[in-house]
T-cell receptor, first 113, second 114 residues
Framework: GENVEQHPSTLSVQEGDSAVIKCTYS??????FPWYKQELGKRPQLIID?????GEKKDQRIAVTLNKTAKHFSLHITETQPEDSAVYFC????????????FGKGTTLSVSS | DAGVIQSPRHEVTEMGQEVTLRCKPI?????LFWYRQTMMRGLELLIY????????DSGMPEDRFSAKMPNASFSTLKIQPSEPRDSAVYFC????????????FGPGTRLTVT
C-alpha cells in the first residue's frame, strides 16, 4: 500500500527566511497531494494541493512542487512569519478518486522573530 | 454552515468502559472520514464512508473499534472495551463528492483512557 515519508520532523527558521518540507510517496498511482496546516490545539486545514498532472502550484507565499518520476513533492514557504509556526502534514491519495489520504508524520515549523 | 461538529470535545474514561464518539458532517458532503492522531503514529485514517456506506475500514486497529453512519448527517465511532493505548485525538472530516478536494476536519475529540 501507499506510504508517505516526510522530512524534516522539525524545522526552525528566522522570520523572513524560506522553509522547505519534503515528502516522498511509494505508490505511483497516487494522483492527489494536499498539504495541511495544524496550529497547536486546532484542527488540520488545507493550505495548498496539487494534482499529478501539474508540476508546480503557487499561492502567494506558499508553493508546492511535484516530481512524479522521483515520487516526491515539496512545500515551499517564502518570507516566513511567526504565524506560519505550526505542524505541516503532506498527504497522498491512494484511491482512484483521490479521496482517501495517507498522511506523513508531520513537520513542526517554528518561526522566530 | 457550522462546519463538521464532533462531540464530546473531551472524554476521560476508565479502561474497559465503552466510548462513543459522534460526528455530524457538513450538509451535502458525501464522504465522511474518521482519523486518529497521536504523537507516535501521526494522523491515521481509520475508516471512511461514501453516501453512508463504509468504503474502507482497513485502518481500524482492532475489533474493539466499530463505526456506523445510519444517515447522511450522523456517524459514530465506538470503542468497546477501551484501553489506555486508545488515548488520542479523534478527528472526523467530511468532503463533497468531488475528486481531489479538501477534507474539512472537525475540532476533534480528545480521548483519555486511564
Amino acid at each position: 500500500g501507499e506510504n508517505v515519508e516526510q522530512h524534516p520532523s522539525t524545522l526552525s527558521v528566522q522570520e523572513g527566511d524560506s522553509a522547505v518540507i519534503k515528502c516522498t510517496y511509494s505508490d505511483s498511482a497516487s494522483n492527489y497531494f494536499p498539504w495541511y496546516k495544524q496550529e497547536l490545539g486546532k484542527r488540520p486545514q488545507l493550505i495548498i494541493d496539487i494534482r499529478s498532472n501539474v508540476g508546480e502550484k503557487k499561492d502567494q507565499r506558499i508553493a508546492v512542487t511535484l516530481n512524479k518520476t522521483a515520487k516526491h513533492f515539496s512545500l515551499h514557504i517564502t518570507e516566513t512569519q511567526p504565524e506560519d509556526s505550526a505542524v505541516y502534514f503532506c498527504a497522498a491519495s491512494w484511491d482512484q478518486a483521490g479521496t482517501a489520504l495517507i498522511f506523513g508524520k508531520g513537520t513542526t515549523l517554528s518561526v522566530s522573530s | 454552515d457550522a462546519g463538521v461538529i464532533q462531540s464530546p470535545r473531551h472524554e476521560v474514561t476508565e479502561m474497559g468502559q465503552e466510548v462513543t464518539l459522534r460526528c455530524k458532517p457538513i450538509s451535502g458532503h458525501d464522504y465522511l472520514f474518521w482519523y486518529r492522531q497521536t504523537m507516535m503514529r501521526g494522523l491515521e485514517l481509520l475508516i471512511y464512508f461514501n453516501n453512508n456506506v463504509p468504503i474502507d475500514d482497513s485502518g481500524m486497529p482492532e475489533d474493539r473499534f466499530s463505526a456506523k453512519m445510519p444517515n447522511a448527517s450522523f456517524s459514530t465511532l465506538k470503542i468497546q472495551p477501551s484501553e489506555p493505548r486508545d488515548s488520542a485525538v479523534y478527528f472526523c472530516a467530511s468532503s463533497p463528492q468531488v475528486p481531489h478536494t479538501e477534507q474539512y476536519f472537525g475540532p476533534g475529540t480528545r480521548l483519555t483512557v486511564t
